[in-house]
């Protein structure tokens, strides 16, 4: 894993600064032959540039509620890193003195236990404090909704790929499907019933997403071998 890590880093910081992600955080990666999943907002962005960069790499892509395309970020990401960094300037000690912060800038619980999944506490202090650089983060928001591939008709994944979208989200629209479809022509979407915030605000559904995309993958993935075999047999 660390070696998948350090190659993706490698890969998006040798390319023209312009064209690179603002960060690569993705939850994990799992190379050869093995899908990419990504559950932050940047992270589907970071998997599907690197499934366009390198598609012999992967297996299979989970981009989750992100789109190929360039988009406008919701005030909603301002806000929150607003509320992170009140928390860490705080200094406060217990997730429910977080919480009491985050209410102010989200209603909904879910959201809020995510965003608190991005804390941790001092070991000298032991008052909570951000895995994220929210400073940088804050400076780098207008780029963040970028994507460094703009032309589909010149690099395509043609691997197996599920766009998972909440239906109240806004960053996979039906109009953006054509465009989805070019860079990434073996692709499904699977809607669920939420938010931008798929797996805080509907976690089961999310899991048997994954779990009927696993049957598919499989199919697709083993299905040539497996007539290649039997092809050779009628040779033999």
Same mark, same amino acid.
């Given at each position: 894993m660390?070696?998948?890590t350090?190659?993706?880093?490698?890969?998006?910081t040798?390319q023209? +600064?312009?064209?690179?992600?603002?960060?690569?955080n993705?939850?994990?990666?799992?190379?050869?032959?093995?899908?990419?999943?990504s &559950?932050t907002?940047?992270?589907?962005?970071?998997?599907?540039?690197?499934?366009? @960069?390198?598609?012999?790499?992967? $297996?299979?892509?989970? +981009?989750?509620?992100?789109?190929?395309?360039?988009?406008?970020?919701? $005030?909603?990401?301002?806000?929150?890193?607003?509320?992170?960094?009140?928390?860490?300037?705080?200094?406060?000690?217990?997730?429910?003195e977080?919480?009491?912060?985050?209410?102010?800038?989200?209603?909904?619980?879910?959201? @809020?236990?995510?965003?608190m999944?991005?804390?941790?506490?001092?070991?000298? &202090?032991r008052s909570?404090?951000?895995r994220?650089? &929210?400073?940088?983060?804050?400076?780098s928001? $207008?780029?963040? $909704?970028?994507?460094?591939?703009?032309? +589909?008709?010149?690099?395509?994944?043609?691997?197996p790929t599920?766009?998972?979208?909440g239906?109240?989200?806004q960053?996979?629209?039906?109009?953006?499907? +054509?465009?989805?479809?070019?860079?990434?022509?073996?692709?499904?979407?699977?809607?669920?019933?939420?938010?931008?915030?798929?797996?805080?605000?509907?976690p089961?559904?999310?899991?048997q997403?994954?779990?009927?995309?696993?049957?598919?993958?499989?199919?697709?993935?083993i299905?040539?071998?497996?007539?290649?075999?039997?092809?050779n047999?009628? @040779?033999?």
């Amino acid at each position: 894993m660390a070696e998948a890590t350090s190659w993706i880093h490698s890969l998006l910081t040798a390319q023209d +600064p312009s064209s690179r992600p603002s960060t690569a955080n993705l939850r994990f990666i799992r190379c050869a032959k093995m899908a990419i999943r990504s &559950t932050t907002k940047r992270g589907a962005k970071v998997a599907m540039t690197v499934a366009l @960069r390198s598609p012999s790499l992967l $297996g299979a892509l989970i +981009p989750v509620d992100n789109a190929p395309v360039e988009a406008n970020l919701k $005030g909603d990401f301002r806000k929150y890193l607003e509320g992170m960094r009140e928390i860490e300037e705080a200094g406060v000690r217990k997730q429910a003195e977080a919480d009491q912060i985050l209410k102010k800038y989200e209603d909904l619980v879910s959201v @809020r236990q995510f965003l608190m999944t991005n804390l941790m506490k001092k070991p000298q &202090t032991r008052s909570l404090t951000l895995r994220i650089p &929210t400073k940088t983060l804050m400076l780098s928001l $207008g780029n963040i $909704g970028d994507f460094p591939f703009k032309n +589909p008709d010149e690099t395509q994944y043609k691997g197996p790929t599920l766009f998972v979208r909440g239906t109240k989200s806004q960053y996979v629209a039906d109009d953006v499907l +054509p465009v989805i479809g070019r860079f990434f022509p073996k692709f499904i979407v699977y809607d669920i019933d939420c938010g931008h915030w798929v797996i805080s605000e509907q976690p089961e559904a999310f899991r048997q997403g994954e779990i009927d995309l696993s049957s598919s993958l499989l199919s697709i993935l083993i299905y040539p071998a497996v007539v290649e075999f039997f092809r050779n047999l009628d @040779r033999d």
